[in-house]
C-alpha cells in the first residue's frame, strides 16, 4: 500500500503514545474515556514478579516451570486434554493452523475471521474456501469435497462485528462431513459462559482445537491454544512459531496464572450489566449495537470514520475508527469495546457524546 495513496483515501494509520489507567486513558495529556480496551473483565492490577527473563526459546532453556502449572489450567478451563502458550495470540493462530494443515487438504474459512487465521491459512499450502460470514449454506456446499483433511475456521465472537459465530451448526456439519473445527475465542474467552469459559460454553456446543488470547478478556499478555495431546504434541514438534522464537517471559506466564486462578464472576456480572447499559442507551439513541462488549457504530466512507473517530475524542471519548483493510472497504467504523471498567457514570457520559455525534453526523 503507498502511504500517499492511504492518506488520500482516509486509510493512513498514525500511532499516538498514551496510558491506560482503570476506565480512562491520558493521550497528549488529555483523560479520556477508553473504549477501545480489550480488557473486558477489568480485573486491575495484579503484582508482576521480578526476576531474570529466560531468554531462550520453549524447547532450549525457556521452558520456566510456571508453564506447567499455567497449561494444565488452561487445558481444565477449556476442558481439552491439554494446552500450548504461545507468545501472542496470532502466533498461536499462525503456529497451530500450520503444524495441522497442509497441501492436499480444504480450510473454509469465515469471511470475516482475522488477519492472524487468513495468514495463517496462506501458509499451510491447503486449499482455502472463504465463505460468506455465518453463512451455512455456504459453509455446507463449500466443505462437500474431496480433500485429505478438511478443517472449518471461524471466530467464537467476531472481533469487527461484535456478533456470534454460528458454532452449533458448524459443529454439526463439521460432525457430517469428518471435518476438523478451529475457533478463535480471543474475544469471547473469559468474557462469556459460564466461569468465562468462552464461547464454547456460551453456546452450548464444543470444538476441536480452540485458539484464544491471555490479552483480552484475561488482561494478562500472551496466546494458547487447547485440544487433544496429540494436537498439542504436533505444535511442539512443527510449529514455528513456537519452536524458533523467545518464550515468553515467567513474569507474564505468573500473571496469566494468578489471574486464571482468580475469582472472576463478580467482573463477568459488572461486565453484563454494562453491556446492557451501554446497548440500551445506544439503541435509544437510534443506533444499532448488538449484545456482546464489541459495539461497531458503522459509518461506511472511511474519511467520516476518521471525522467520527475525532469529534468523540475532543469530547473526551477515546474510540478509534476501524477502517480497510481491517473490515471490508466502504465499511468503516467505530469499534466499541465495553469493560468492567466503566462505571454507570462513565456509560452516562459516553452517551451524551454518542449523542452529540449523531447529530453532528446524521445531518
Ligand atoms: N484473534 C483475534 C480475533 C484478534 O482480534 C486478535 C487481536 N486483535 C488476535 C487473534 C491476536 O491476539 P494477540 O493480540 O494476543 O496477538
Known amino acids: 500500500m503507498e502511504l500517499e495513496h492511504a492518506r488520500q483515501a482516509g486509510l493512513y494509520r498514525e500511532m499516538r503514545h498514551g496510558r491506560t489507567e482503570g476506565a480512562h486513558i491520558t493521550i497528549d495529556g488529555k483523560s479520556m474515556l477508553n473504549l477501545c480496551s480489550n480488557d473486558y473483565l477489568g480485573i486491575g492490577a495484579t503484582h508482576i514478579p521480578q526476576g531474570q527473563i529466560q531468554s531462550s526459546s520453549r524447547l532450549l532453556a525457556g521452558n ?7 497449561e494444565d489450567t488452561l487445558a481444565a478451563h477449556k476442558s481439552h486434554e491439554s494446552s500450548l502458550v504461545y507468545p501472542t495470540g496470532y502466533m498461536a493462530n499462525m503456529g497451530a493452523i500450520s503444524a495441522v494443515a497442509s497441501k492436499g487438504d480444504l480450510i473454509c474459512s469465515d469471511e470475516l475471521n482475522h488477519a492472524s487465521i487468513i495468514d495463517a491459512c496462506r501458509i499451510t499450502g491447503a486449499t482455502i474456501s472463504i465463505y460468506k460470514h455465518n453463512d451455512m449454506d455456504e459453509l455446507n456446499s463449500k466443505i462437500r469435497c474431496d480433500a485429505k483433511n478438511k478443517f472449518i ?29 478451529i475457533l478463535d475465542d480471543a474475544h469471547g474467552d473469559f468474557a462469556v459462559g459460564n466461569d468465562g469459559r468462552g464461547t464454547p460454553a456460551e453456546l452450548g456446543s464444543s470444538v476441536d482445537l480452540y485458539v484464544s488470547s491471555l490479552s483480552k478478556g484475561l488482561g494478562s499478555f500472551g496466546g494458547y491454544i487447547a485440544s487433544q495431546k496429540n ?15 523467545s518464550a ?85 467504523r467505530l469499534r466499541i469495546s465495553v469493560t468492567a471498567w466503566l462505571s454507570s457514570k462513565d ?16 445531518a
Do not use: W
Open 64 to 70: 520456566d516451570e510456571s508453564y506447567m502449572k499455567l
Open 153 to 181: 475456521v471461524c471466530e467464537g465472537i467476531f472481533s469487527m462485528d461484535g456478533d456470534y459465530s454460528n458454532l452449533a451448526q458448524i459443529s454439526e456439519t463439521a460432525r457430517k462431513e469428518g471435518a476438523i473445527t
Open 231 to 245: 494436537i498439542i504434541d504436533l505444535c511442539v514438534n512443527c510449529s514455528r512459531q513456537f519452536i524458533y522464537t
Open 248 to 332: 515468553l517471559p515467567r513474569q507474564l506466564v505468573e500473571h496469566a496464572a494468578e489471574r486464571l486462578d482468580s475469582d472472576r464472576s463478580g467482573h463477568q456480572a459488572t461486565l453484563r450489566k454494562n453491556i446492557g447499559l451501554l446497548s440500551k442507551g445506544l439503541e435509544q439513541l437510534g443506533y444499532s449495537t448488538g449484545s456482546t462488549h464489541i459495539m461497531p457504530i458503522h459509518v461506511g466512507d472511511e474519511k467520516t470514520a476518521v471525522k467520527y473517530g475525532q469529534f468523540l475524542f475532543e469530547r473526551g471519548v477515546f474510540a478509534q475508527p476501524v477502517r480497510y483493510p481491517t473490515v471490508p472497504l466502504g465499511e468503516a
Open 347 to 362: 456509560i452516562d457520559f459516553a452517551l451524551g457524546v454518542f449523542e452529540a455525534a449523531r447529530t453532528r453526523f446524521s
